[in-house]
């Protein structure tokens, strides 16, 4: 499953090969036991939040019930909430934003796209790939803590 969705379209939004490496390598380094799935003690560890918190997270996504995220149901959770958004807002489809995107989407704005691209651009190259979105918005929902 993992090579072939990136030749097609996965749930309707159009995945890359270099957006799937990077959300399985997301995906393992949140499976911090290599196990295959995240479970609710890898959420509390990762993200600043409750058990009962990451117990209603698990609840939410986990699709097939045997109390932990795979592969496929974090596939699922990462289209649902972040795979459309950042194709959309990667207006010239090179598979990063840039500053002019940020600024575009921020209705002109360049103070707010400068204040984005400085929360989100984890390695300060100038640009945001789809991994530092994904954990860019973990952080703007206060799953994450901000970077240092």
């Known amino acids: 499953l993992f090579r072939d969705l990136y030749t097609s379209r996965f749930m309707g939004a159009q995945i890359s090969k270099a957006q799937l490496a990077q959300i399985k390598e997301l995906f393992d380094k949140l499976d ?10 890898e959420l509390t560890r990762v993200f600043p939040m409750s058990k009962q918190h990451a117990k209603e997270f698990l609840d939410r996504h986990d699709l097939d019930s ?5 592969f496929n149901e974090f596939l699922v959770l990462i289209k649902e909430n ?7 807002l990667d207006v010239n489809k090179d ?3 840039d ?13 707010e796209a400068d204040r984005l691209m ?3 651009d984890r390695d300060n190259n100038g640009v945001i790939s ?17 970077k240092h």
């Open 32 to 41: 911090s036991n290599g196990d295959g799935s995240i479970s609710q003690e």
């Open 99 to 111: 500053r002019d995107e940020l600024k575009a989407f921020m209705g002109g704005n360049e103070k």
């Open 118 to 120: 400085a929360s989100m």
């Open 130 to 146: 789809f991994e530092e979105f994904i954990v860019g918005r973990f952080v703007l929902l206060g799953m994450l803590p901000r």
């Open 82 to 88: 972040f795979l459309s958004k950042f194709n959309s």
């Open 66 to 70: 045997d109390n932990s995220i795979d």
């Open 95 to 97: 598979g990063v934003l």
